[in-house]
């Protein structure tokens, strides 16, 4: 009875599902071809204007479109690479129509819609400034994380790898970076999800400071990737408000994208990877032949000095310090071995990748699965990066496509094996330090009654590099999983609403022992070992409606949301010191006669109400306003919710009729502002909260007393860092969008910068968050696209990018100048080699100015006021006002310049990269090309045995170390080779052969390693590793230079 | 776009309250640290406060750093230099710039070393403040005993503090914020009120479980300083003399005394307790079981555990004499090692000549492999080689040390210097027990088989002190009240460290950038 009551309407709503079926349909056929060769286009979209039905083109470039219901309908066909083309045909019952389509090739390889945060984006209708790279051209080489893909490929997008460690970091400015002592990144956006982008591990321990962290975009195959979207300016990235400050980055991964047919590609390469270049450290010989020769011609100061009189006496004192060369008991410490300590330490690395993907469906539920294998070796010894990552995806629709369902679940475990080595400070226990220092006429190892074993010079402050990188244990696991869930559904017609879950999960462990048989092991205690486990989670719930609504002339497209994210992070860590064996390693810390643990949690709330609205007239103007409103547990009571809006327009010139008499094809004017903020801080800095640990112990008794301390200052004023930016852009195409591309300029002004200060005395902490200071960004970019050539069998694209961008710190509040970027080595504890000055940008490197050296060896340097100590304006003793400012770590300009010829069966592409105008500070030459090194016995840089500095002179910073470090870089060059497969399978659809070089060749006149440094301690919160230091080159690990072979197959 | 965005909040929040009010609250933003304690939820039992108390001492051990106040102490005299060996110590020229007296208010020694003893001494300042705020009118057990250490601690904060700087903010609630620095002689009457007000309320002796924390004898040892010292510690800048001694006769304190016969007062104080006596030995006082002699009076505590260990001998001895390896730095100068008398056994605390391993006794080595040997001389204190130096190894290696964490505690305060200050006192007019030369035989009794000293003069105390206390922190204080800072000596010899100036340190930069009311000092 009441069953009855339903059946009717649902046999109803079910005779509406089905009706389409039960009617009498037409059809429509045809071909989309290449205007130049008049061969056929595979994968082309087809599809009919205001109906769901869409197809693509096969290999020959034809389609079919069946169950069309009859009329005239507007055919739309686009395919990447061509510009687009309607044709109106009229479908008879029962019948198929036949329809043929020409494109013309364009310049650009871009997606006709455009991911711009919660929806997507006719590209015409943009009225910011957005890049898009493609995803597919740029994952060429060995590319291990996104970001690899975004080097030299997008304007104003500058992308620095730490170094050439294997899954190593990168450090993403966009547009010049927008805050001193905050983060500085990016916001990553997969799939809809903002990305928790923190470390996913435990800290290592080092015996000096300890490496960067580890990229955390490793999680994501490139393979994966389907399309990668930046939005630079403000009032396109105000839609994600607070933590927009940095730009955004919008990935979206593959899915399944077929009906009807399966597809299942390989990928796979091998690559083999060398160091590109080499310390020039002296070899044995060599550095024999200095000491012989210093040995030589020494002469002791008690040879030239009379017996004092008394033991201090003033004419003693004037007579010493004369000494020249090496005392013969350095005689003692040379060997007679001949080691090559580089060599020692470094390897050709070779690689494995292996994707395997799967996708298929029916019209209405697709799905995609993939599976990557990666084992990446470092090029030196002992370390290396392997994953093995897996990613299904599957979207379903349903009543008549009015809700569509999609989840995607990514999993990844990455294992990291580490050699310790320090990008900054510490004078023992790092490879490439003792690389640089150890003796090398002594030999790796030695054989002896106790049997083979390395070699160690007793000396404690030089460690065998080999038995380092070979003893000490370092690893690193990570599982991160990511998913998101999400409903769709059509309201009205136009109205969707939309409800997303997301989840980022990571679970991240360390594992550390350094073992009695290395001296190192020794002096921190006869054996350490550390296990640490951190875990992070981020929820997210999103809802979402939007609209989209063609009026007329007018076009409406609207989204509304909330969304809502938790954050939590637990670490939990445990170390022993002091192990009888080193049978146990770290796995036994219970053994240990000296344990300590510890653990951490915190957590932080971030809730938002956004909106977009995009009005668009006659497609011909288009107005785009943001409002979002974000709320932060972050920040003090009374300034955790802020606005943040961003409003543009742009007029389509090309569309009005004084333009048709001029050149372009296309023409668009873009002008934008909006304002962003930047939450990059720990939470609970507005909070006077007590803490426990070391910090706040004290030994009473004999018995250390746990206490607890107030370790913040609790800022009760605590609020966001704002940016504001304004944006005018053109785009513009010409000759058909056989040449296309847009200029931009922009002004970003941040305000409000979170800064640690000084606070005043007394505090409970010294440094206290605070909101001041403000930071100056303005450039210009300039992105070109040429189709350079196109005929049948060749096809030539070229892309240039280009961008030139100064910031400048307009004040520090109440603050005079920041110490920034310590120096690294021994001797230069409280050494700075950067400061924040007001009217200078960020990297400004400051210190004595070299003028030369005197002919006793000693460095002079340029001096103001003449004293005893200041003659004729050189000193060798600078004074604190003698300082200046001796370089600037900012590129003058940037660019990229990307070619793909395609002729025949042959793909070629050459991706170049270069920087100019940029100072760097050779922190490495400072410290290791200083000859006196042979007093303690250790080895040099080559360059000193020519120089005249004195063997007694002290490694002083000053200008003589800030170096010119303009470089253009051939990044990759592949030759791809397209099979005829038949002859190898019969159920192939396309392979593919390449070959490919990453790092092929640097021009520089830079003299250290790689003109590329990373930029230390960017984003640092920690001020005594200094803030927003660049430009800094210390002992990086070597990067490769990397040979690969790979096939690509797709079924 | 307003109404737009209101229309769409609203459907949002209106699918937010459907989907996750009843979990969480659509806008709430709350948090609360998990592993963090906020003040509201603490200082509710003794065990707690203690807790905080303990947090409050631990800005001691920063007062013995390398270069905090220990450090601004002996590396700006005539005791100690750190040369640059090589490619070490070289430091940015600070450690020079700490020597010569070169500093001025941005340089390197200034934003490093004085920076650091700020830092240090106001966060004491502070966190005592935190504790005081929040017991206040509180009842937990031993209330007022507790309130008495914080106080008196603040007390001694404000003691490295004035003698470093001169008058400095004062402070005596947690409210952070700017205020201007009061004269050395409010800072000095501060001081002094507090400690004798929370005199009564603090133990004469503590047990062993507690050693370390502070006494009565702690706060008489702190006033006699203070009191021997009124000649400097009362004046700010150009008040005192640079160049001649600055005695404590003819300023009037606490309890209308002069400040020589305070100081006798508190001195004698000490003796008659009854709790006090010099150690048998100079030694004990220094090993790693010195908490057992009964001649510390006031100590920074250290233990043999990880970040509380005392780490002196880190900073002097040579790379190959201990394990965690040593830095190889500070260093005796010549004229100093070359004034203590050779009879005297005070000299065995300086390391000369053929080295070995102080942990091993087994000889040791350079890096070049051949016999270490310290030299009395240091040629040139830019260009240093390995084993010039006389090294000060007063704090012998603890047996039990963990890595570089010896269990050594630091004296601030030590029964022989009452004696001396009593002396010191006595010559400059006070009554008392005793005569200067009984007391000053007193202390040397230990140090010479047979003692020749028959005459005490003003200079005879300067020396002693040094012979006494080398290395413990005393040297710039001494040399400041003696008239003699100013001086030249071996390797400071520009006209820069003869500026009176010097007697007080420049306030750093960046804290007068961070607290715009705070003068600097005369000639900075």
């Not at chain 2, 005394?257 to 003796?271: E, F």
């Amino acid at each position: 009875m009441h069953l009855s009551r339903h059946v009717g309407p649902i046999l109803a709503f079910l005779s509406v599902l089905a009706a389409p079926l039960a009617a009498q349909n037409g059809a429509v056929r045809g071909q989309v071809v290449d205007s130049v060769t008049q061969q056929g286009l595979l994968g082309a979209t087809v599809l009919i204007q205001g109906q769901p039905r869409q197809t693509a083109t096969g290999a020959d470039g034809n389609f079919t479109l069946s169950d069309v219901p009859p009329g005239t309908v507007v055919l739309k066909v686009t395919r990447i690479g061509y510009g687009p083309q309607t044709k109106s045909v009229t479908i008879t019952a029962g019948a198929t129509a036949e329809a043929r389509f020409v494109l013309s090739p364009q310049a650009s390889l871009l997606e006709a819609v455009v991911v711009t945060g919660y929806g997507t984006q006719r590209r015409e209708a943009i009225t910011g400034s957005v890049s898009n790279v493609d995803a597919a051209a740029a994952n060429v080489g060995v590319k291990t994380n996104v970001d690899q893909m975004l080097q030299g490929r997008a304007a104003g997008v500058d992308i620095i790898q730490n170094n050439g460690e294997p899954g190593a970091g990168m450090q993403i400015l966009i547009r010049g970076g927008s805050s001193i002592s905050s983060s500085n990144e990016p916001l990553y956006v997969i799939d809809g999800v903002a990305i928790n982008n923190v470390a996913t591990q435990p800290e290592g321990m080092a015996a000096g400071a300890p490496p960067l962290p580890r990229n955390p975009m490793n999680l994501i195959n490139p393979g994966d990737i389907a399309s990668i979207t930046i939005l630079k300016d403000a009032s396109a990235s105000a839609i994600y408000g607070s933590r927009a400050a940095n730009g955004v980055v919008l990935i979206e991964t593959k899915h399944g994208t077929t009906a009807g047919t399966s597809t299942i590609t390989y990928d796979g390469y091998v690559s083999a990877a060398s160091p590109s270049k080499r310390l020039d450290i002296l070899s044995g010989p060599e550095y024999r032949g200095f000491v012989t020769q210093q040995v030589g011609v020494f002469v002791a100061d008690t040879a030239l000095c009379p017996t004092p009189t008394p033991a201090d006496s003033v004419a003693y004192k004037a007579c010493f310090g004369k000494a020249r060369g090496l005392d013969p008991k350095h005689l003692a410490g040379l060997g007679s071995s001949n080691t090559d300590w580089y060599r020692a330490i470094t390897r050709t690395a070779v690689t494995h990748n292996h994707n395997l993907s799967f996708s298929g469906g029916s019209e209405d539920t697709r799905y995609r699965a993939s599976l990557n294998y990666m084992n990446q070796p470092g090029v030196a010894i002992a370390n290396g990066l392997e994953r093995i990552q897996g990613m299904l995806s599957a979207n379903h629709r349903a009543f008549d496509n009015r809700l569509r369902l999609a989840t995607t679940v990514t999993t990844s475990r990455s294992n990291d094996t580490y050699i310790t080595y320090e990008n900054t400070g510490g004078f023992e226990g790092g490879v490439f330090l003792n690389m640089a220092v150890f003796n090398p006429t002594q030999p790796v190892t030695v054989t002896d009654s106790t049997g083979t074993h390395y070699y160690e010079s007793g000396s404690s402050s030089v460690r065998n590099p080999v038995a380092l990188a070979r003893q000490i244990a370092n690893v690193g696991s990570t599982t991160r999983t990511l998913g998101n869930a999400s409903a769709e559904f059509d309201l009205t017609s136009g109205l969707t609403a939309k409800v997303a879950l997301g989840l980022d999960h990571s679970s991240g462990d360390r594992q550390i022992y350094f073992p009695n048989a290395n001296p190192l092991g020794v002096s921190l205690g006869g054996g350490l070992a550390q296990q640490a486990s951190l875990n992070n989670a981020t929820r997210t719930l999103q809802t979402l409606l939007t609209f989209n609504r063609q009026v007329g002339v007018s076009s409406f497209d609207v989204v509304g949301g909330y969304e809502y994210t938790k954050f939590s992070s637990n670490l939990i860590g445990a170390q022993g010191v002091g192990f009888f064996t080193d049978a146990f390693g770290y796995n036994n810390l219970s053994v240990a006669t000296s344990k300590t643990n510890w653990s951490d949690a915190e957590s932080w709330r971030l809730v938002s109400f956004l909106s977009r609205a995009n009005y668009g007239y006659k497609d011909k103007y288009f107005v785009t306003g943001i409002l979002r409103y974000d709320g932060s547990s972050k920040f003090a009571t009374g300034h955790e919710w802020a606005l943040f809006p961003g409003l543009s327009a742009s007029w389509k010139l090309s569309q009005e009729g004084f333009a048709q008499s001029l050149p372009f094809s296309d023409l668009k004017l873009r002008v934008g502002y909006g304002r962003i903020g930047n939450p990059g801080i720990p939470p609970y800095q507005s909070l006077i909260v007590l803490q426990g640990g070391t910090g706040g112990s004290y030994p009473w008794g004999d018995a250390s007393k746990s206490g607890v301390y107030p370790s913040l200052n609790g800022n009760p004023n605590l609020k966001w860092e704002q940016t504001g930016e304004f944006n005018v852009g053109v785009d513009f195409g010409l000759w058909g969008n056989r040449l296309a591309g847009s200029a931009e300029y922009y002004v970003k002004n941040t305000s409000d910068l979170l800064e640690y200060v000084s606070a005043p005395a007394p505090a409970q902490n010294s440094l206290t968050l605070v909101n001041v200071g403000k930071l100056h960004n303005n450039g210009i970019e300039l992105t070109l696209d040429a189709l350079a050539a196109s005929r049948p069998n060749l096809t030539w694209r070229s892309g240039l990018t280009f961008a030139a961008q100064r910031n400048k710190v307009v004040t520090l509040g109440p603050f005079s100048f920041v110490r920034s970027g310590r120096v690294s080595g021994q001797g230069q504890s409280d050494q700075w080699a950067e400061r924040l000055l007001p009217g200078q940008p960020l990297g400004t490197f400051y210190g004595p100015v070299f003028v030369g050296v005197d002919t006793a060896g000693k460095q002079l340097f340029r001096c103001g006021t003449p004293s005893a100590s200041c003659v004729n304006g050189r000193t060798t003793s600078p004074l604190a006002n003698d300082y200046a400012v001796i370089g600037n770590a900012n590129p003058k300009f940037t660019f990229g310049f990307r070619n793909q010829v395609t002729f025949g069966k042959f793909d070629i592409s050459a991706l170049i990269r270069g920087s100019v105008g940029q100072d760097v500070f050779n922190n490495t030459a400072l410290v290791y090309s200083t000859k006196g090194n042979a007093l303690q016995d250790k080895n040099f840089l080559r360059p000193a045995l020519t120089d005249p500095t004195g063997l007694h002179e002290p490694a002083i910073y000053s200008s003589r170390w800030v170096e010119k470090a303009s470089f253009v870089r051939l990044q990759n060059l592949t030759v791809d080779y397209a099979l005829d497969l038949p002859a190898l399978t019969r159920n192939a659809r396309s392979a593919h052969l390449y070959v490919s070089v990453d790092n092929l060749l640097v021009l520089t006149g830079y003299s250290g390693l790689d003109p590329e440094v990373s930029n230390l301690n960017q984003g640092s919160l920690n001020p005594d590793a200094g803030v927003a230091a660049r430009g800094i080159d210390y002992l990086s690990y070597p990067r490769p230079r990397t040979v690969t072979g790979g096939l690509r197959l797709v079924f | 776009m307003k109404r737009l965005f209101v229309t769409t909040s609203f459907g949002a929040v209106a699918l937010c309250t459907l989907l996750l009010a009843p979990i969480q609250g659509c806008t709430d933003l709350t948090e609360t640290p998990p592993s963090q304690i906020t003040k509201g939820n603490f200082f509710r039992s003794e065990g707690e406060v203690l807790a905080a108390l303990a947090g409050v001492y631990h800005p001691l051990i920063g007062t013995t750093g390398e270069g905090d106040y220990w450090g601004s102490s002996e590396v700006s005299t005539d005791e100690i230099v750190v040369p640059t060996r090589g490619q070490d110590w070289y430091d940015n020229g600070s450690w020079l710039d700490l020597h010569r007296q070169t500093w001025t208010a941005t340089s390197s020694a200034t934003l490093s070393y004085f920076n650091n003893a700020w830092n240090n001494a106001f966060g004491g300042v502070a966190r005592a403040n935190v504790l005081l705020d929040a017991i206040k009118g509180g009842s937990v057990p031993n209330q007022a005993s507790i309130e008495a250490e914080a106080r008196a601690l603040r007390a001694f904060y404000y003691y490295t503090l004035m003698d470093l700087f001169g008058g400095v903010p004062l402070a005596t609630t947690s409210e952070i914020k700017e205020r201007p620095r009061a004269t050395r002689d409010s800072i000095f009457k501060f001081i002094e009120s507090e400690l004798l007000a929370v005199r009564p309320d603090l133990p004469l002796t503590r047990t062993a479980a507690n050693n370390g924390r502070f006494t009565r004898g702690a706060v008489d040892a702190i006033l006699a300083s203070m009191y021997i010292n009124a000649g400097v510690f009362t004046k700010d800048a150009g008040g005192f003399s640079a160049t001649t001694y600055n005695s404590c006769a003819g300023i009037n304190v606490a309890g209308g005394k002069t400040a020589c016969q305070a100081a006798v007062d508190r001195v004698d104080s000490i003796l008659n307790s009854g709790v006090y006596q010099l150690a048998d030995t100079f030694a004990k006082n220094f090993r790693a079981d010195n908490n057992l002699s009964p001649e510390n009076i006031f100590v920074v505590k250290f233990a043999a555990a990880t970040d509380l260990g005392f780490n002196m001998l880190q900073r002097t001895l040579h790379y190959s004499q201990f394990n965690p390896s040593p830095w190889n730095g500070f260093s005796i100068l010549a004229q100093t090692y070359n004034a203590f008398d050779s009879l005297d056994r005070r000299r065995k605390v300086f390391l000369v000549g053929p080295q070995v391993n102080v942990e091993t006794g087994q000889p040791v080595e350079d890096r070049a492999h051949n016999p270490l040997v310290f030299t009395t001389t240091i040629a040139n204190v830019t260009a240093a080689t390995e084993g010039e130096g006389v090294r000060i190894y007063k704090w012998p290696a603890d047996p039990g040390h963990v890595a570089q964490n010896n269990g050594n505690d630091f004296a601030w305060f030590r029964l022989s210097e009452m004696y001396l200050i009593k002396a010191e006192a006595k010559l400059d007019g006070a009554a008392g027990s005793s005569t200067p030369l009984a007391l000053l035989r007193a202390v040397r009794a230990r140090a010479f088989a047979t003692d020749t000293l028959s005459a005490v003069t003003l200079p005879v105390i300067l020396r002693e002190r040094l012979f006494e206390f080398a290395s413990e922190g005393k040297r710039r204080q001494d040399l400041i009240r003696f008239g003699v800072y100013t001086q030249p000596w071996e390797f400071k010899t520009g006209p820069e460290g003869q500026e009176p100036k010097r007697v007080l340190m420049p306030i750093p930069q960046g804290q007068i950038d961070a607290n715009p009311l705070l003068n600097q000092n005369t000639g900075y």
